[in-house]
Nanobody, 115 residues
């Protein structure tokens, strides 16, 4: 069984920064993709950023240049550094871990960008 635990959400003013962390535990295949998704009220869940075991990354256009994903594969941990936050970044952020047909999700952490 695989568990993902996210930390680091909260309330921040526009232009501010937050760093999300997600630690995975359990029976994890080493070659995997870890990433972050978000879902705002009334909207579909969307990819924010992902990173493979070998370092290749993918970002949503809306966060390019502002968010940075990184990971410590030895610790099965993924991070999301979010800078220059905007009100439209407000959402529940979910960590994901996947390989082959396996996909796991964290419980979510709320990020609210408001003055």
């Amino acid at each position: 069984q695989v568990q993902l635990v996210e930390t680091g959400g909260g309330l921040v003013q526009p232009g501010g920064s937050l760093r999300l962390s997600c630690a995975a535990s359990g029976n994890i295949f080493s070659i995997n993709v870890m990433g972050w998704y978000r879902q705002a009220p009334g909207k579909k869940r969307e990819l924010v950023a992902s990173m493979s075991r070998f370092g290749s990354t993918e970002y949503a256009d809306s966060v390019k240049g502002r968010f940075t994903i990184s990971r410590d594969s030895a610790k099965n941990t993924v991070y999301l550094q979010m800078d220059s936050l905007k009100p439209e970044d407000t959402a529940e952020y979910y960590c994901s871990l996947s390989w082959a047909s396996n996909e796991y999700w964290g419980q979510g952490t709320q990020v609210t960008v408001s003055s």
